[in-house]
């Protein structure tokens, strides 16, 4: 009757550990109440970083097949704001073109080598 629940247990404390060790470590601070003042930038940059992805054949394609001809997208980024071109701006940076997902494929080749070890282990053949 011993065996079993210490099988049980020692499952218990692998799983327990598991995620207890994934689990992301959060730290927090005081965030301070003051207003932060807007930087004033350069439209003139803002405009010519997303000029050029305007010019990018994918985009300029997609924008014609929603109905926007190259004259309609110029207006249109001219009438922004410089708060709203900035903003625009910085999100294009932020863009990846089709992500990474090369670290979750390891990270789960990974669990799957440990769970596999690990009852290989605990479990003789």
Do not use: C
């Not at 730290?27 to 990018?56: F, P, W, Y």
């Not at 922004?80 to 979750?104: F, I, Y």
């Amino acid at each position: 009757m011993r065996i079993p629940l210490m099988k049980h247990l020692s499952w218990y404390l692998i799983v327990a550990m598991f995620i207890i060790g994934i689990t992301p470590r959060v730290e927090a601070g005081i965030a301070h109440s003051e207003v932060v003042a807007m930087t004033q930038t350069d439209r003139a940059a803002d405009i010519e970083k997303v000029q050029k992805v305007l010019e990018m054949k994918m985009v300029s394609e997609r924008l014609t097949q929603m109905g926007f001809t190259p004259e309609e997208t110029k207006a249109k980024l001219a009438h922004l704001s410089d708060e709203q071109l900035h903003k625009l701006a910085v999100q294009l940076d932020d863009l990846k073109a089709g992500g990474n997902g090369t670290l979750a494929v390891i990270l789960i080749i990974v669990i799957i080598v440990a769970v596999v070890w690990l009852i290989s282990i605990i479990i003789p053949w």
